[in-house]
């Protein structure tokens, strides 16, 4: 694509090669081809310049370099004499010229002090031009250089007069040949007007003021973009019947309703919207109200009202835009609600005779609140007709990278290959559910990048101007010293004590995760992975601790974004009254996407068909883990006959859960290591007696709640031994002896 350049013959065209391509090529090739890496500098410049017409520091750095290199290439020449002009008319056009106008009445005094004034103006203007450009034979001078030239002319013509001038006063003889100066200024003024005629295209195309134009540049939309034409050139056709005489009764009006979900540009189109209006005459002005719920709603009777038609004044002429309508209407309000006060002025304002017509409300939301918000307010939907109705599609990720790309070279930083690969995994993780901020949340994201950068990177020695633009995947690596300092989650499973068969499952599954994962990255055909599990076995046998280590590796694997989990039980997800457990239940789902949902004593769920609070839970969730699919993995842990009785009673369950993994308990061997291992934890051992003490009542007692037996034992004889080290000093502070673990073993066997 580089090679491309060559082809490129003048700056009235667009280069071949994007302002991220260039930078691109700059950052990872060495070129050799002067010629080129001129053509590479001319296109960073023709890019900084179109961003920044005015004044580009970095611009005129890289037109110098191409100078230096090929200095006589037409693009390079042509992209430095445009850069002058551009900076010509610039400096002319803030120049004050209908100031220097003298009049021959004036009081000598008035005419020394101006005679001042347009010296020094002029010295300074002159100071702006190329004085070599401005000298350069005409024969060689293109159109624009010749009048670049003339404009000189006429600057060093009216310096040269005005210092006369200056040195007349001085000599207490005021001569200025006021109707020659006066001539001169005029033909700066109508030059400054003839230089940006002469400006390339690619420096005056910007000012174009055509909404659509500016409407195209947005990134995706396409199905709307053509509805927003349709709907335009159908505004405008309105107009010239308008003009003719002609009149409909039933005109569609300019009211709209924007649905989508966060960062989906409703706040963007709305203010497009209003360009749009105010270019075709509709309204008077392209100004929008931004108002929600908290500017509208008062507080006391009366209140909303009057806060409502204070910002329709204000609205007038152009358009109200009110942010999430639906929160006007809140779920289980009385008939006092003073949000449903605000939704009778509006609809009044929208109809009455004295604002109607005068104004256009834009009303934006999230499409399924919105849907509900209008259909319990017949009066308002009737003022919105469906053809007004936009929705606002979640961006693809194709279109999320082009967003990221813009924000980060708008603010002057590019993404290397390789980071950008990795930035597309940093969205994909942010994609989880329908808080997802589209747009804005892409845009946050790489705002934290190059803060990241920034503060890593402040006190090095960067000494290329590229260095400070570039990112690459170590400003993407974020958190890194927590999770290296972190056990891998294989690592963890290993160092539970016993569960040899649950570990022997986990390990297998995790493989064959990784195994699909990879077929899949290499194009191949991939078996479905059955994630949802079943966890069955006696309280304290290590389903909690072994469900998060699941989760971990699920997330290693790249199945899971986020790889937490959330952990509820019966009261979590049953409401008491219908209705609500299923809001109640996929409340608690949206909580967990991205991770694991873990539910404990799932079987309390299922009460014989009897439980329809239950039975509501049960379906509402395997409505959502089909909705959400690998975004979701859901974990049913219990004990192992009723498990089997909840999976068994619902079809959707028995289809779903394909992987069962049992909990056995501990033999007295484990029972005794984990003892060991709890003691540990806070330097504590025990003695030889102890230990027998300890491996005899395993041996002849059946342990009810394994390792939570163990964790009570351990904190029990803890204290115990507390107590003896107190009346006995000389005892060991570490140790617990069988007197601790006797007493501690009768403590704990009564309460359980």
């Given amino acids: 694509m580089i090679e491309q350049l060559k082809h490129w013959k003048s700056i009235d065209e667009k280069p071949p090669l ?6 691109r090529y700059f950052n990872q090739e060495e070129i050799q081809d002067t010629e080129l890496k ?4 001319v296109t960073l410049a023709y890019h900084r310049i179109k961003r920044h017409p005015e004044h580009e520091k970095l611009a005129d750095q890289f037109i110098d370099e191409a100078r230096v290199l090929a200095g006589n290439h037409s693009l390079v020449t042509d992209l430095y004499e445009s850069k002058q002009m551009m900076q010509a008319y610039t400096h002319l056009k803030r120049t004050p010229l209908e100031q220097w106008v003298l009049h021959e009445t004036d009081h000598d005094s008035a005419k020394a002090k101006k005679a001042r004034f347009i010296h020094e103006d002029v010295t300074k203007l002159k100071a702006q031009w190329d004085s070599e450009l401005a000298s350069k034979t005409l024969i060689d001078a293109t159109n624009r250089m010749k009048l670049y030239q003339k404009v000189y002319e006429q600057l060093d013509a009216l310096e040269k007069i005005m210092a006369e001038a200056l040195n007349s006063v001085e000599n207490r003889r005021i001569r200025l040949p006021v109707k020659e100066i006066n001539e001169r200024t005029r033909e700066l003024s109508d030059h400054q007007d003839e230089l940006y005629k002469r400006l390339p295209r690619f420096l005056t195309d910007a000012s174009s003021g055509n909404p659509l134009e500016a409407f195209d540049q947005m990134v995706g939309l396409k199905d709307v973009k053509t509805y927003i034409r349709r709907y335009y050139h159908f505004l405008k056709y309105q107009q010239h019947r308008k003009n003719f005489g002609f009149s409909m009764v039933d005109e569609p009006g300019l009211h709209m309703i924007i649905t989508g979900n966060p960062g989906t540009g409703k706040t963007t189109m709305a203010r497009l919207l209003a360009n749009i209006y105010h270019e075709l005459g509709i ?27 204070n910002y329709v004044k204000q609205a007038i002429g152009g358009v109200l835009f009110i942010d999430e309508a639906y929160s006007l209407k809140r779920e289980g309000q009385t008939g006092n609600d003073y949000g449903q006060a605000v939704i009778d002025t509006l609809v009044s304002a929208m109809t009455g005779k004295e604002f109607g017509g005068k104004f256009a409300v834009i009303l934006a939301g999230y499409p399924e609140e919105m849907r509900q918000f209008l259909w319990s307010n017949p009066g308002l939907r009737s003022r919105f007709p469906e053809q007004n109705h936009i929705s606002l599609p979640d961006y693809k990720m194709e279109e999320l990278i082009t967003i990221a790309e813009q924000t980060a070279i708008d603010n002057d930083f590019f993404f290397t290959t390789n980071a950008l690969n990795e930035f597309t995994s940093l969205i994909d993780r942010e994609r989880v559910d329908d808080s997802f901020g589209n747009a804005r949340t892409v845009k946050n994201l790489v705002m934290k990048t190059i803060f990241q950068k920034g503060a890593k990177e402040a006190e090095r020695d960067k000494t290329h101007w590229i260095d400070h633009m570039r990112i690459d995947e170590n400003d993407l690596a974020w958190d890194t010293s927590a999770a290296d300092e972190k056990l891998s989650p294989r690592n963890r499973l290993d160092e539970l004590i016993g569960l040899d068969n649950v570990k022997a499952e986990v390990r297998k599954l995790s493989s064959f995760v990784q195994a699909q994962q990879k077929r899949k990255e290499n194009g191949y055909p991939v078996v479905p992975i059955q994630l949802h599990s079943v ?13 998060e280590i699941y989760s971990d590796i699920l997330k290693q694997c790249g199945l899971l974004k ?16 219908v209705g609500q457990t299923a809001m109640k239940t ?18 309390s769920l299922y009460n014989g068909g009897r439980d329809e609070f239950g039975k509501e839970a049960i379906e509402t969730i395997v409505d959502e883990m089909t909705k959400h699919n690998e975004n979701l993995v859901v974990i049913l842990a219990g004990y192992q006959r009723e498990m089997e009785q909840l999976v068994e009673s619902n079809p959707g369950l028995s289809s779903r859960f394909k992987k069962y993994f049992h909990f056995p308990d501990y033999n007295e061997q484990e029972l005794l290591e984990m003892t060991h291992f709890q003691a540990y934890q806070f330097g504590y051992t025990f003695n030889e007696w102890a230990e027998e003490f300890l491996l005899e009542k395993y041996k002849d007692h059946r342990i009810r709640g394994n390792g939570r037996f163990v964790n009570n034992l351990v904190n029990e004889a803890i204290q115990y031994q507390a107590t003896r080290i107190v009346e006995d000093e000389s005892a060991d502070m570490n140790e617990l002896v069988v007197n601790d673990l006797e007493k501690a073993w009768q403590a704990v066997r009564r309460e359980s």
């Fill in 18 to 23: 994007s302002e991220v391509e260039a930078l």
């Fill in 38 to 41: 001129a053509l590479l500098y």
């Fill in 283 to 309: 309204l008077d002005t392209k100004e929008v109200v931004e108002v929600n719920r908290s500017h509208l709603v008062g507080s006391y009777v009366g209140q909303s009202e009057e806060n409502t038609m």
């Fill in 535 to 547: 966890f069955s076995g006696n309280p304290g046998t290590g389903k909690t601790t072994v469900a």
């Fill in 562 to 577: 986020r790889g937490h989990m959330v952990v509820v039980s019966r009261s979590d997800l049953v409401a008491g009254y």
């Fill in 586 to 603: 996929k409340r608690k789902i949206r909580e967990a996407l991205g991770g694991v949902l873990f539910i404990d004593e799932a079987y």
